[in-house]
């Protein structure tokens, strides 16, 4: 029998149908009625942020580090302006979340009410799709849609924006168990003609290379990577947001491509025959200037979900649309076929190949100098794969740690490394962490920052307190806005403007002020201590403060506008 509800009792229904656990929010006006009806339900579990912003990267995060969709509440006018920030965010890394945000009463919207704002047209530029619910009784069907949209095809957030008066209206409530939404139908199976063609082509190539994204590791496909690479035995190499999708600790992995990629990465992606971009999309950070990648003539498989993305930066020979992993589980079934003929990769060739890859490897693009009077940034990240056997979950913020923090950790399993790649948000670390503990709650979890983002949402330290979450803070500390000084160094002529953190807080008093553990670290000698000392407390925050080599940069690096193998691959390129 249907029930009548109030529309905030349905939208908490409905979160409790979709499975829903955790929901990361901030109350105000607009949605007191929904927080009244989460007070009296026991489905799922509400976390309490500090700003608007955490609450959305806090979900966000939750939705990387596991399968689930992340759900965050907002309220009207500037919460959801507060939110912005990581809408955009999770939109340019497609992750699939949902986002309800209050609005003022139906009859006060476009009247400049308190706490109003257009919150469909505000966001419309950074979310998947958007609703404004007017009617109580299209409500459980747009939820529905909402979890849906988010989900399928290529992902995304997702919002629903309810207007106050909209929560106090009843009807019969019914949840939908199917949908059917006629201008929305996402392709999932690649056209099996494109996918026989890229088996010919990536069994002809002397030089082959493989390509991967983040889209990879969104669509569950790793397993179907590491049968591909490691049948044919290509050389593969995953991007910022594709790190962990194929183990970092194999020979075929190459390191990771574009401005701050390895010179063997960079060097294979250029100089390749047959190239297949999996869940990739050939993004500036990582090809660099097209017109210099365009300059080798080579053959470009492309397998995304996003039709808009193929050919958008780089023409490609074999477009092929479909979810990443269907279309690898029938290009290894077609390998398979092929193999059974007879027909495999020219080992001559590849052999050759290899030889080149192993001469662009000698080069050892990521050695650094070391010191025993000043804590190389480095070796902080190689000694926290130390210390968590190279299993942890990292978060990072975002800037000259988090490239580090790319480099020298070995990603093996996927859903590990949780970042912001497209839109680079400083700020997202500890929010991060904080979502990534919500949803995997026995694991390791470090967040890598520095000591600018950290400030930025540095009062969810509270948040961790209250929720009894203990992540390890890896505060790498060189009193700049590091890579902001990189580039002024580089290309600004050292003129240092307003990259120097001047003034800064004893941040182990301030964690201590927090209820957590502080620790500062000045001594290389005492890096690994501390760190051990650190993770054995796995019932408390630490937020550890290293001082580290304020000179430090990161190499390699190719500059704004130029090609993939024109890097710098240190000081003496300068």
């Not at 507060?82 to 809408?87: D, E, M, R, S, Y």
């Not at 009062?459 to 002024?488: D, S």
């Amino acid at each position: 029998m249907t029930q009548e509800l109030t529309g905030a009792d349905i939208v908490v229904r409905c979160l409790a149908e979709e499975g829903v656990e955790h929901v990361f929010g901030y109350p105000g006006g607009a949605v007191l009625y929904i927080y009244d009806a989460i007070f009296k339900q026991d489905k799922f579990q509400h976390i309490l942020v500090r700003h608007e912003q955490a609450a959305i990267h806090a979900a966000d995060a939750y939705s990387r580090s596991s399968e689930k969709v992340g759900v965050a509440i907002v309220t009207s006018g500037p919460g959801v302006t507060n939110a912005v920030t990581g809408l955009a965010t999770a939109y340019m890394d497609s992750i699939p979340m949902v986002i309800i945000s209050g609005q003022v009463p139906s009859t006060a919207i476009g009247q400049d009410a308190f706490q109003e704002c257009d919150t469909v047209g505000i966001t419309r530029p950074c979310v998947k799709h958007n609703f404004l619910v007017k009617d109580v009784k299209d409500l459980a069907e747009t939820m529905k849609k909402a979890f849906f949209i988010a989900t399928t095809g290529r992902p995304g957030p997702v919002l629903v924006d309810i207007p106050k008066d909209i929560t106090t209206h009843t009807c019969a409530y019914e949840y939908p168990q199917t949908l059917e939404m006629r201008s929305y139908k996402p392709v999932d199976k690649g056209h099996a003609g494109q996918i026989r063609k890229a088996v010919q082509l990536l069994l002809s190539a002397e030089r082959p290379m493989i390509y991967t994204g983040g889209g990879v590791i969104l669509a569950n496909a790793s397993p179907e990577l590491n049968k591909l690479v490691d049948r044919l035995g290509y050389p593969c190499t995953n991007t910022l947001m594709g790190l962990g999708a194929y183990p970092a600790s194999s020979e075929r992995f190459v390191g990771m491509p574009g401005m701050h990629g390895t010179y063997e990465a960079n060097m294979a992606m250029q100089h390749c025959d047959v190239l297949i971009a999996i869940g990739a999309r050939f993004d500036d950070r990582v090809i660099g200037n097209p017109k210099h990648f365009a300059s080798h003539p080579r053959k470009i498989i492309h397998i995304d979900i996003d039709p808009s993305s193929i050919s958008k930066r780089v023409k490609v020979d074999i477009p092929i649309v479909g979810n990443v992993r269907d279309v690898l589980q029938e290009l290894n079934a077609q390998l398979d076929a092929a193999e059974a003929q007879g027909t495999k990769p020219n080992a001559a060739a590849l052999s050759q190949w290899w030889g080149q890859i192993s001469e662009w490897r000698g080069r050892e693009c990521l050695k650094y100098p070391t010191s025993r009077e000043v804590i190389k940034p480095q070796s902080v990240v190689e000694t926290l794969w130390k210390v968590t056997d190279g299993d942890a979950f990292i978060t990072s913020d975002v800037g000259q740690h988090q490239m580090w923090a790319a480099q020298y950790y070995g990603f093996d399993k996927p859903r590990r490394w949780i970042n912001s790649g497209g839109l680079g948000t400083m700020g997202v670390g500890l929010p991060y962490a904080m979502g990534v503990q919500m949803a995997n709650p026995d694991a390791t979890v470090a967040c890598i920052t520095g000591e600018a983002s950290i400030q930025m949402c540095i009062q969810e330290l509270a948040t961790c307190k209250q929720y009894h979450l203990t992540p390890k803070i890896i505060l790498l500390n060189n009193r700049f806005l590091g890579m902001v000084r990189q580039w002024q160094q580089i290309d600004y002529g050292s003129r240092y403007s307003e990259s120097y953190m001047d003034s800064l807080p004893d941040f182990t008093k301030l964690a201590e002020s927090f209820g957590h553990v502080g620790m500062k670290i000045e001594n290389p000698n005492d890096v690994e201590g501390a760190m051990r000392e650190a993770f054995a407390m796995k019932d408390r925050l630490v937020f550890m403060n290293f001082l580290t080599d304020q000179t430090e940069n990161v190499w390699p690096m190719v500059k704004a506008g130029k090609g993939l193998t024109e890097m710098l691959l240190g000081s003496e390129d300068l």
